[in-house]
């Protein structure tokens, strides 16, 4: 019986492989019996190249299917995982200080310090790290030429949002060894710089035999608002007023400065007056949380009052990131669909509202499921993660500053002051400029300005030439040129090159420039640059190059990374999972994260009369003058996209 068994199961996979790219014949071959099915599925709608364009419903199938493959394929573990030191949940009903003791069977996952993971093997390019010069590739296919915007899809508040975000999230720890990267004499007259000093990142071993050695995060993985509280104990007491679990914010509602004259927030390295601007408000939601549970609650103290304040805060960033920001980045009813999934579950808010989480995460959301999941990797981010996010194009040449004296005029838009080039608004500069314009101006003016689009020759030209700073804020001597260090960074980290990242995404490669994009001239260049070999190219180049889906900012390279990883920051922590509940944020804290939707919600309860005023679309990330979606009759999960 076992026999005839076998030998069907043979025919039927023998069978499979013939609608398989041979190129995944050898992972297909890892797989379960399930999961081969499973990709089989979702690769022959990827040789059709129409997921996205599939009904809502069939879309979101196609995710799932592809995120549970990414579940069981993309998490790879660097460096030991503690074994036995276990935690037991109740003594930490808090996020701590450096992101210890969120999971009960790893203290360490997700601290201060802990290992960025992969989503894949390491590709060791340490014989190829100036193969092509990354100055070269800079120069050639990144320099931004003419400024190439997003319409009115994303805003600069977005653009301030996701560095808001990565300073949640990631930062390399780095060696103290410096090492320089010269301009070759092809392309040294069109590089602000001619070389550059930069220092390496610090390579720190795992103990392990396959990943030898891996790179440390400084800050603390979790979705847990470690831009505005720290990533340990010293900076997290130096935010706190220790007064009814409140923190520090200057007179005029601005991040408060030390004796020294620098800022005092959770993060402080690299900043722009953009990000400084969200963590400032974000400072006074956390104070908004302490007065109104203080309200509620006259016994609680204030380490209590900011252990609640700082997990409901945190919920709401989280929350403003799934359902408001991503879903104005990747702009289609399939998306809208499934971010909204991910927070209220498939039977949507209205159910969840009146019946709390009911089924699994795919019925009731991921946030409130009964118990974390990690699928037995301890939870991190990844240096994938790290290179998908690299989206310095969203930056701009200059900031469009308004006048918010004048009367609005159609769709609410305003005139125009004067255009502020961007390197005036980063580090101690952007703090005075915030200071002098005030809160409103600024945030209101990054609402009325789109973003840059990720694309070729899109990469500011300020950033060539960047004053880089320390941990604390400090500048350094030497400038580096950001793009160049970029394409070095993803080397010298190992992470695999654009083709051979797609495959192991279980994506289709290219086998010929044509296949990524039409654009003539792109396609010369590259051609210039890495001759017809499509596996040089690397992932920076290739994202950008890649021809966009529709409705989508970025490319469906990164995306594919996003849905993995977007799932995981909530899923993992238990703050989002089986610690979401009255008991640990308190139930008017719960009921505070529940009924905030959007960053227009937090702008409204701070600034009122500002959206109402300034913004007419849907979103606070989409540009302000636009005008907002109609209502759409149809049942979300019946809409057939737009093509
Ligand atoms: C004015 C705004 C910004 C400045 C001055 C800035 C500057 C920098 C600098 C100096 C680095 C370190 C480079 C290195 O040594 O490897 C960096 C890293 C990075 N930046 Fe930005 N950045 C800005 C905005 C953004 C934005 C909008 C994003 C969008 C996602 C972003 C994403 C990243 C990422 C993913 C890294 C890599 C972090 C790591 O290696 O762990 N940055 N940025």
């Known amino acids: 019986m076992s026999f005839v068994l076998e030998t069907l199961k043979n025919l039927l996979l023998s ?41 809502v419903f069939l879309g979101l199938f196609y995710l799932a299917i592809r995120r549970h493959l990414h579940q069981q394929y993309n998490l790879i573990n660097v460096g030991r995982t503690p074994t036995g030191v276990r935690s037991n949940p109740a003594d930490y009903p808090y996020r701590t200080a450096d992101g210890k003791y969120n999971d009960p069977f790893n203290d360490a ?17 340490n014989n190829e790290l100036t193969k092509p010069d990354p100055m070269v590739v800079a120069t050639k296919l990144l320099a931004r030429k003419k400024f190439i915007d997003t319409g009115k899809q994303f805003n ?16 390399h720890l780095e060696d103290t060894q410096q090492i320089e990267l010269k301009a070759p004499e092809e392309v040294a007259s069109e590089c602000p710089l001619k070389s550059f000093k930069f220092y390496k990142s610090k390579k720190t071993s795992t103990g392990f035999y396959e ?18 509280y720290g990533s340990d104990e010293d900076v997290l007491k ?19 400065q030390d004796s020294n004259g620098k800022i005092i927030s959770g993060d402080v390295r690299n900043p722009w007056a953009g990000l400084l601007a969200l963590q400032a408000l974000f400072v006074h939601e956390h104070n908004l949380v302490c007065d109104t549970l203080k309200k509620e609650y006259p016994e609680l103290e204030d380490e ?27 702009k289609t009813d399939t998306l809208l669909a499934g971010m909204r999934a991910n927070w209220y579950g498939l039977l949507g808010k209205r159910f969840k509202d009146v019946f709390g989480h009911v089924g699994g ?14 699928y037995g990797v301890p939870y991190s981010l990844t240096e994938e993660f790290t290179s998908v996010y690299r989206m310095h194009q969203l930056l701009p040449e200059k900031l469009q500053l308004r006048n918010v004296d004048a009367a609005p005029g159609p769709n609410k ?11 005036d608004l980063i580090r101690v500069k952007g703090e005075e400029h915030l200071s002098k314009v005030g809160f409103i101006k600024q945030m209101v003016s990054m609402g009325h300005q789109a973003s840059g689009a990720l694309e070729l020759w899109n990469y500011p030209v300020w950033m060539r030439n960047l004053i880089a700073q320390d941990v604390d804020g400090t500048d350094r001597p030497d400038h580096v040129d950001l793009a160049a260090l970029e394409i070095y960074r993803d080397r010298e980290r190992n992470v695999a090159r654009y083709n051979e990242f797609r495959r192991r995404m279980l994506q289709i490669p290219i086998s010929k420039w044509e296949d990524l994009t039409d654009d003539e001239e792109a396609i010369k260049t590259l051609r210039e640059v890495y001759g017809d070999n499509v596996e040089e190219m690397d992932l920076l180049v290739g994202m950008a190059a890649e021809k966009k889906l529709k409705g989508f900012a970025i490319s469906e390279t990164a995306f594919f990374i996003f849905l993995l990883m977007a799932s995981r920051r909530l899923e993992a922590d238990r703050f989002f999972t089986s610690n979401y509940n009255e008991e640990t944020y308190t139930k008017k804290g719960l009921e505070w994260a529940n009924t905030t939707e959007s960053l227009k919600d937090v702008l409204d309860r701070h600034y009122p009369g500002m959206t109402e005023k300034w913004m007419n679309s849907n979103s606070a990330f989409s540009v302000w003058d636009s005008s907002p979606e109609p209502p759409n009759p149809i049942p979300i999960y019946f809409r057939i996209p737009k093509q």
């Open 361 to 374: 995460s795919i019925l009731g959301g991921i946030v409130g499921m009964k118990k974390p999941q990690n």
């Open 109 to 125: 996952s997700g601290s201060e310090f802990s290992f960025f993971g992969r989503n894949m093997m390491p590709v060791d390019q």
């Open 413 to 423: 838009s305003l005139p125009l002051i004067n255009e502020i080039p961007m390197e």
């Open 156 to 171: 600069m508040i977005a653009v301030a949002w996701i560095q808001f975000m990565i300073h949640d999230w990631i930062d």
């Open 211 to 228: 990943i030898k050695t891996g790179h440390l995060n400084r800050r603390t993985p979790w979705w847990d608002g470690s831009v505005i």
């Open 304 to 330: 209590d009052l900011y252990r609640h304040a700082r997990l409901v805060t945190s919920a709401v960033i989280a929350k403003i990131h799934t359902i408001d920001w991503t879903v104005e980045l990747i």
């Open 238 to 256: 130096k935010v706190r007023t220790f007064k009814d679990g409140k923190l520090k914010l200057s007179a005029d509602g601005l991040l408060e």
């Open 15 to 55: 069978y499979l492989r013939n609608f398989i790219h041979k190129d995944f014949h050898a992972t297909v071959e890892r797989m379960t019996l399930i999961d081969k099915i499973s990709f089989t599925m979702i690769h022959f709608v990827d040789t059709l190249k129409m997921w996205h364009r599939l009904p």
